[in-house]
């Protein structure tokens, strides 16, 4: 609890027992125009007022002074807590006072007067206050205390309403500390490229966040937005234009806080974009080696996922209707399928990677969403025609009809495509999230992106991008791992390892001699741990049965659980229907390392074809950490 300095207690109750309080009847609905101005004398301005305050230190009013001023805070959305901010012509003053709804009799525009004696001067951060005295916070640190909601009118007398309030007009580089609580308006600004298309503040948690807006000349200011604010969950506008609101500093830092969202206009286009070049514009600059980009912007649509993890989170692909290129940022990049996004290219370069042409060097910062179209439309071809068009189509979207994919089991790695034309290289990131899916049989209608390494090669998005075909054939799995190297994630053909949560996957470990999938927790720093390692598929003509052995080690949960599908795709394991099955699993009271016969897990109840799940779940060091371990994965007629 706050603390008053004892002989502040003892004048407030004096002077509250003194003075009889009227009774007030508050109506909340906005009274008549005008009001009444009770035109008390004022001895002193808001500027001189705050002219005796000292940052860092308190000071009493001790003598009787009276200033007025206009209300410019607005607290009914929220963004402003228990706190007035009076102006006048020489600067503005923000008070605290323990009162919600200020908004109900301190409306923007209210003239007020202020008798200040027996109030304290203090700041926050360098923004002067006006407040009851001074205190300690729960943490013992001094603070400025609030005046209480039963002594304001003690304080503030309340005058005419509705006068006009008009902001000071103003730009980055003219803000200075004697605008500091006063209303200012700032012209051809924008929110910079990684805070626009953002939330104003974190609704959910409800936690104040600072966006920042900037000139066309990159300089900048602070927004900040409680998450209490009603609009906390607004997105903040991408284009350019006005903003209004009371200004403060924290520290070296000007911020702005706005009422609400009526105090922001930016409707225009984007400084910069006037200088906007085609795709096609950018390419034509490649003159080899490594080119410079003096300055402009691109604007397309984009064409990579990097949430399947079939290009790297720097990484991504554009298109506009001239061309494609791809674009190297400094840092991951949260940019998805589909968005349509300008990004500043100043002072990036061109140059080639194994023969693939992309802008490298351009801040996650430079690009911004303008828009969210959807995915690119492919250019239909044919493998000849594309081959022959390679260099014209790179890094566009290309759809091949009738293709036939061969050369591998799974699509990890290279695989081929076959046309009636032709034949080139598909290429998967063995960390892509359905690398290790099957390959289907048959015709099949291929969507990829037309990239290169040393030759034109394609490269899917996601496990959508293959269309129509056979499912693969079903084989009776027999598995020991034996065929992989210890440490590595396993990559079997025909088997799934994916990470729902986190990410890590099933391993392959060797021990004493004997190779085997294992899945842990054990050292993760991530939260939660959720990986499925999924059998092949199983083809259920006959009845038949499925049989392993499990092991633990350092035992801390029970973490492994066993389930059957017939719909699961091959990688979206949250899409698929799955049934749990209940085989022998190694618990506790069982000899740490030793594996556990799980026994015949009969399958002729289900319709085939099916897919066993092998489930692990864990919570990271310092919790659910056991160590799960299976093998000799065998499925037999019944």
């Known amino acids: ?228 604010a009603s609009f906390a969950g607004d997105t903040t506008p991408v284009g350019n234009g006005t903003i209004v609101g009371v200004l403060s500093i924290f520290r070296d830092d000007y911020q702005l806080t706005i009422r609400d969202l009526n105090d922001v206009n930016m409707e ?140 591998n089991t799974v699509f990890s790695g290279d695989v081929t495509v076959t046309d009636a034309t032709g034949s080139m290289v598909l290429f998967t990131r063995n960390q892509a999230d359905f690398a290790g899916s099957p390959l289907p049989s048959g015709e099949v209608t291929l969507t990829a992106l037309l990239s290169e390494f040393n030759a034109p090669n394609l490269v899917m998005r996601n496990a959508s991008d293959v269309e129509g075909g056979d499912p693969p054939g079903c084989t009776d799995t027999d598995e020991n791992f034996e065929s992989l190297s210890n440490d590595a994630d396993i990559n079997l053909p025909g088997w799934a390892n994916i990470a729902v949560k986190g990410t890590r996957l099933w391993r392959a470990k060797e021990f004493d001699d004997n190779v085997y999938a294992q899945a842990t927790a054990f050292g993760d720093n991530a939260s939660e741990m959720e990986a499925w390692l999924i059998t092949p598929c199983i083809d259920l003509d006959v009845a038949k049965k499925i049989n392993f052995t499990s092991a633990y080690g350092f035992f801390t949960h029970d973490g492994l659980t066993v389930w059957v599908s017939s719909d699961f795709d091959g990688s979206d394991v949250g899409g698929a229907t799955w049934q749990q099955l209940h085989p022998t699993l190694a618990e506790s009271s069982d000899t740490e390392h030793a594996f556990i016969p799980s026994g015949d897990v009969d399958l002729s109840g289900f319709t085939g074809p099916v897919r066993i799940g092998f489930k692990y779940v864990g919570s990271g060091t310092g919790g659910e950490t056991t160590s799960f371990r299976i093998d000799d994965v065998k499925v037999t007629p019944l």
Not at 49 to 63: A, F, N, P, Q
Not at 121 to 126: R, V
Not at 338 to 351: K, M, P, Y
Not at 384 to 389: G, P, S, V
Request: charged residues 20%; glycine residues 10%.
């Open 1 to 228: 609890m706050n603390k008053l300095q004892n002989h502040f207690l003892l004048a407030l109750l004096a002077l509250v027992l003194m003075i009889p309080m009227a009774c007030v009847d508050l109506d909340y609905d906005q009274p008549p125009p005008g009001g009444e101005d009770p035109n008390l004398p004022v001895n002193i301005t808001i500027a001189e007022l705050k002219s005796r305050h000292t940052l860092g230190s308190y000071e009493e009013i001790t003598d009787d002074v009276t200033f007025q001023g206009l209300v410019v805070s607005d607290d009914k959305e929220g963004n402003f807590f228990k706190q007035l901010i009076i102006q006048d012509e020489t600067g503005g003053i923000e008070m605290r006072i323990e009162m919600t709804d200020l908004n109900n009799v301190y409306p923007v525009g209210r003239k007020v007067y202020v008798k200040a004696r027996g109030l304290w001067l203090g700041d926050y951060g360098g923004t002067t206050q006006l407040g009851a005295g001074k205190g300690v916070d729960n943490d013992g640190d001094p603070i400025l205390i609030r005046i209480p909601e039963s002594i304001i009118d003690l304080f503030i007398i309340p005058a005419t309403y509705g006068n006009p309030v008009t902001p000071a007009l103003v730009t980055v580089d003219e803000l200075s500390f004697g605008m500091v609580s006063t209303l200012v308006q700032l012209d051809d600004v924008q929110f910079i490229p990684g805070d626009a298309g953002q939330t104003y503040a974190d609704a959910i948690l409800q936690v104040t966040l600072n966006r920042e807006i900037e000139d066309c000349t990159k300089k900048r200011l602070i927004v900040r937005t409680s998450g209490f």
């Open 268 to 407: 225009g286009d984007r400084c910069g974009l006037a200088n906007q070049m085609s795709i096609q514009a950018v390419r034509d600059l490649y003159a080899g080696g490594t080119t410079s980009v003096a300055s402009g912007s691109i604007k397309g649509i984009v064409t990579s996922d990097y949430t399947s993890q079939s290009v790297t989170g720097r990484n991504l692909f554009i298109q506009d209707a001239t061309a494609g290129i791809v674009i190297r940022f400094d840092n991951n990049h949260p940019f998805v399928l589909g968005n349509e996004i300008s990004v500043d290219i100043s002072g990036a370069t061109l140059s080639e990677f194994s023969g693939l042409l992309q802008i490298e060097g351009v801040p996650t910062g430079n690009g911004l969403v303008v828009g969210n179209p959807g995915d690119a439309t492919p250019r239909v071809a044919t493998v000849l025609e594309i081959l022959t068009n390679a260099e014209a189509w790179e890094s566009t979207l290309v759809q091949i009809k009738n293709a036939t994919l061969s050369g």
